[in-house]
């Protein structure tokens, strides 16, 4: 990789770790170094789905599910 403020090519350094908090990500070059935490995300645990029709739960639990199958295909 070329430098654009000269033509002497420079080598850009990586290194990343994880930590309690998440992915900690360092980058280096000539002009300096920066550090980036990229925190860990929340899952959300929830039941696996039941092969089940519309009449055995409640009309809201059934819009409910309905509605996040039908954002997928949006």
């Not at 770790?17 to 990500?25: K, N, R």
């Not at 935490?37 to 055995?56: N, Y």
């Amino acid at each position: 990789m070329k430098n654009p403020e000269s033509d002497k090519a420079y080598q850009q350094h990586f290194f990343a770790h994880s930590t309690d908090y998440g992915i900690q990500a360092s980058f280096s070059d000539p002009q300096g170094r920066k550090n980036y935490l990229i925190p860990k995300t929340k899952q959300v645990i929830e039941d696996a789905p039941l092969a089940v029709e519309s009449f055995s739960m409640t009309p809201e639990k059934y819009d409910e599910l309905m509605e996040r199958v039908n954002k997928l295909y949006q």
